[in-house]
């Protein structure tokens, strides 16, 4: 599972003193999280995710041995679908590392998983993110009126869903 520029493998648990990092980041804080948060905290979150069968990738770049994480949550085979979640480190954000992840963890979960939907949530202030997601085909499905408070106003969160038959990948 290799691109020209990063490459997936298993997330472990010594990886988790770099996402304790990523997760105080102030524009993490503003964008996914809610308050700061300890180291044994960010374990167990790592390993929360573990144990409910969540797929969790770290994510390689050329001559950088972790540059973020990305999952697959949720998974319902019944259904087919799986949420996706992306977190990169601060200081590889606005490289196109994000891109690049979604992309392999798209393919992974459409062609090994068989999946038939990959859908996530954002606020819609993480313009970012959203502008990410549109240029990998995934579109609002729905808008849950201020659904998180940030910085001491409410902000709406995007349902946002992308279908196998949608995914054009290119080889
Ligand atoms: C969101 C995230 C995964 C995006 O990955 P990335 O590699 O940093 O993405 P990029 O900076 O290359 O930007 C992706 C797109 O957004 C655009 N963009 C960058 N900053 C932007 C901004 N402030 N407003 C609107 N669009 C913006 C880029 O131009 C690019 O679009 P393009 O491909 O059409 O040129 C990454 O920044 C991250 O981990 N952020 C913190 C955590 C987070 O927000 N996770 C997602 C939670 S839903």
Redo the contacts with the bound molecule.
């Keep these: 599972m290799v691109d020209k520029r990063i490459s997936l493998r298993a997330f472990e648990r010594d990886d988790v003193r770099e996402l304790h990092r990523?997760m105080n980041?102030p524009?993490?804080l503003r964008?996914?999280g809610r308050a700061p948060v300890t180291y044994e905290e960010a374990l167990r979150h790592y390993e929360k995710k573990k144990q409910s069968g969540d797929l969790v990738l770290a994510i390689v770049g050329e001559g950088k041995p972790l540059v973020?994480w990305i999952f697959l949550k949720d998974i319902e085979h019944e259904h087919g679908r799986a949420g996706i979640?992306?977190?990169?480190?601060?200081e590889?954000?606005?490289?196109?590392?994000?891109?690049?992840?979604?992309e392999q963890m798209i393919d992974l979960g459409f062609r090994q998983l068989r999946l038939h939907k990959i859908y996530?949530?954002?606020?819609s202030i993480?313009?970012?993110?959203?502008?990410?997601?549109?240029?990998l085909g995934f579109v609002t499905e729905g808008r849950l009126r201020q659904h998180a408070y940030v910085d001491g106003a409410y902000s709406d969160t995007l349902f946002m869903g992308l279908l196998s038959e949608e995914w054009h990948h290119k080889d």
Excluded at 85 to 90: D, F, V
Excluded at 92 to 102: F, N, T, V
Excluded at 120 to 123: F, G, M, N, V
């Design positions: 990523w980041d524009e993490s964008l996914v973020g979640g992306i977190l990169l480190a601060p590889s954000r606005g490289s196109g590392y994000g891109r690049l992840a979604m996530l949530t954002t606020r993480n313009e970012r993110a959203i502008q990410l997601y549109t240029r």
